[in-house]
């Protein structure tokens, strides 16, 4: 079992197939945790505790029946955990994390409506990028999703936003948002995206590139030698939403200077002035 701590927030966690289980390895690990912490005159509180199995949707057991405990408190098993502001379930879909985001992103819009009477602009932008967006983009390296009605739905938000300010209500949704310096949210993430990659294959974060990334460098004297991402042979269905693999064909894609910014701000620079949009799978270029 390994041990992830965060401030006051505790993970232990196991990778395991089903004939390899062995739950009294976690229990340990659990009862050694909990000896540490009396050590330490640290509470553990049982009711913020739960056990989450992840595992493929097309397997069918479920590991976690067996029960686990902390000074002898049974943990109870929860189809999904909040782990540092994310809503994470059983199979990493992270479909209720964004119902739930909607849902917050959707009621501070309201609210924001039903208290201000002004409808300029200036103050629209400010309320929506202050109060909103940090709500629908928070981690979203994490959650960012591929499937286009949810990006429509997180779209969606901006766009009924926008459409509220009457002198611009006329206009598409693209040139709304020209005219209030703003970017489709889905183009928002897919930069956040290539920053994080950036990040990491240069080092800039605790995560081992050699981990995720497979580097492919073709021969010299190919018309383009510079290396690029590579799925790994294990690559399947269920791993193309995933960060380490969703925009993998947009980061090969980049300038080869881009990709080989000096710098971290250097790369953010360069890559505004470029055009993605042809990555984008939602309907941010809809009229309305």
């Given at each position: 079992?390994?041990?992830?701590?965060?401030?006051?927030?505790?993970?232990?966690?196991?990778?395991?197939?089903?004939?390899?289980?062995?739950?009294?390895?976690?229990?340990?690990?659990?009862?050694?945790?909990?000896?540490?912490?009396?050590?330490?005159?640290?509470?553990?509180?049982?009711?913020?505790?739960?056990?989450?199995?992840?595992?493929?949707?097309?397997?069918?057991?479920?590991?976690?029946?067996?029960?686990?405990?902390?000074?002898?408190?049974?943990?109870?098993?929860?189809?999904?955990?909040?782990?540092?502001?994310?809503?994470?379930?059983?199979?990493?879909?992270?479909?209720?994390?964004?119902?739930?985001?909607?849902?917050?992103?959707?009621?501070?819009?309201?609210?924001?409506?039903?208290?201000?009477?002004?409808?300029?602009?200036?103050?629209?932008?400010?309320?929506?990028?202050?109060?909103?967006?940090?709500?629908?983009?928070?981690?979203?390296?994490?959650?960012?999703?591929?499937?286009?009605?949810?990006?429509?739905?997180?779209?969606?938000?901006?766009?009924?936003?926008?459409?509220?300010?009457?002198?611009?209500?006329?206009?598409?949704?693209?040139?709304?948002?020209?005219?209030?310096?703003?970017?489709?949210?889905?183009?928002?993430?897919?930069?956040?995206?290539?920053?994080?990659?950036?990040?990491?294959?240069?080092?800039?974060?605790?995560?081992?590139?050699?981990?995720?990334?497979?580097?492919?460098?073709?021969?010299?004297?190919?018309?383009?030698?510079?290396?690029?991402?590579?799925?790994?042979?294990?690559?399947?269905k269920s791993l193309q939403s995933t960060f380490f693999f969703?925009?993998?064909?947009?980061?090969?894609?980049?300038?080869?200077?881009?990709?080989?910014?000096?710098?971290?701000?250097?790369?953010?620079?360069?890559?505004?002035?470029?055009?993605?949009?042809?990555?984008?799978?939602?309907?941010?270029?809809?009229?309305?």
């Open positions: 079992a390994k041990l992830k701590l965060f401030a006051d927030d505790v993970k232990l966690y196991s990778s395991f197939n089903a004939s390899g289980f062995n739950c009294g390895d976690l229990q340990s690990s659990l009862d050694r945790l909990s000896s540490w912490a009396q050590s330490w005159q640290l509470c553990i509180n049982i009711s913020k505790c739960s056990v989450l199995s992840i595992h493929h949707k097309s397997k069918s057991y479920m590991p976690t029946s067996q029960p686990f405990f902390i000074n002898g408190s049974q943990l109870t098993n929860s189809p999904f955990v909040t782990d540092l502001g994310v809503l994470v379930d059983s199979g990493l879909s992270f479909n209720s994390h964004i119902s739930n985001i909607l849902t917050k992103a959707t009621q501070r819009s309201g609210v924001f409506f039903r208290g201000f009477s002004s409808r300029h602009p200036t103050l629209i932008k400010k309320a929506f990028v202050t109060y909103i967006r940090p709500t629908l983009e928070f981690n979203s390296n994490i959650w960012n999703p591929t499937k286009k009605y949810l990006i429509d739905k997180l779209e969606n938000i901006q766009r009924r936003f926008t459409k509220k300010v009457p002198s611009l209500s006329q206009l598409s949704y693209l040139d709304r948002l020209r005219v209030l310096d703003l970017e489709p949210l889905e183009l928002r993430r897919l930069k956040f995206d290539l920053i994080q990659y950036f990040k990491v294959l240069n080092n800039l974060t605790c995560i081992e590139p050699d981990s995720y990334f497979h580097l492919h460098y073709p021969p010299s004297s190919s018309r383009n030698p510079a290396p690029f991402l590579q799925k790994s042979s294990n690559f399947n969703r925009y993998l064909d947009c980061w090969n894609a980049l300038p080869v200077n881009v990709k080989q910014s000096s710098s971290l701000t250097s790369f953010k620079r360069q890559i505004k002035s470029l055009d993605l949009n042809k990555y984008l799978k939602g309907s941010a270029t809809d009229v309305n």
